[in-house]
């Protein structure tokens, strides 16, 4: 049994790690809400720019494009878009889990994030580069990612392109989900509401003209929206480990909270039976010298 002074000891040491995990816990919830309203707020443009864009390549009449092109494939590339901190959870463990489905020795990763360059280098798998971002990323960040990625696809290093990253469901859910980023094509892993409207376009009889060429600006139109995919890619990873970390705060904080309220009860117990021990010991001394 631990003596009072180690039990204070042990109160005051978890009491310390309380406070940080609470003072974490506050830092994440505030980045938390500002990430999850940029996701929020980004998700219906990207949305309706993917309408366009899929709308646009079905009314183009004899139209072929690079990024449109589905080969077979021998090699591919994977965007592994994890946290550059731990303590979110399970967060890095899903995504991790979700890329090893993947053949080493023939896919090549693309990591965005320390934790997931750590693990690419753990794990002695294929770097092909490694980025970051920032706590609130910024379009800047994520067009050098679909850059790199669009310019392997079209020198033919890799033959599609995928890409798994944590989606935001709400604050206690985040989804490891594996997303198709070229060749474009219909995103059949993610449901994308307003999307069900291009069975449509197969009866529609309106005529389309391009100005100045099809080529022209369907180019412009997958260049953009590819882009916007992989921003949308990093605010829903930096909602989700957000998300991840100010829940893994709490509860840290709650067992530690519970951890103190029973050693505090048993440093009392023992407490309150050194005392009466002493009074025994000192009333059984006193009918002695009687």
Known sequence: MASPRELRRR???????????????MVASSKMRKAQQSTLLTRPFAQLLYRIQRHAATQAHDFTHPLLEVREVRKRAVILVGTDKGL???????????????????????TVGKRAAQFIARTRRQLA????????????????????????????????????VSRFVNTLTQMAVTLQFLPIGEINELKIPGAEGEARSSVDTTEYIF?????????????GYLNIFMYRALLEAKASEQSARMVAMKNATDNADGLIKDLTLEYNKLRQGNITKELLEIAGGQLGND
């Open 11 to 25: 109160i005051k040491s978890i009491s310390s790690t309380a406070q940080i995990t609470r003072a974490m816990q």
């Open 129 to 164: 580069a490694e980025f970051t971002f920032t706590d609130t990323p910024r379009f800047a960040e994520a067009r050098p990612i679909a850059n790199f990625a669009r310019n392997m696809f079209l020198k033919g290093e890799v033959d599609e392109v995928k890409m798994v």
């Open 88 to 110: 979110c959870g399970a967060l890095n463990t899903n995504l991790f889990r979700a890329a090893q489905q993947f053949d080493p020795a023939t896919t090549v990763f693309i």
């Open 211 to 223: 100005e100045p060429s099809p080529e022209a600006v369907l180019s412009f139109l997958f260049s």
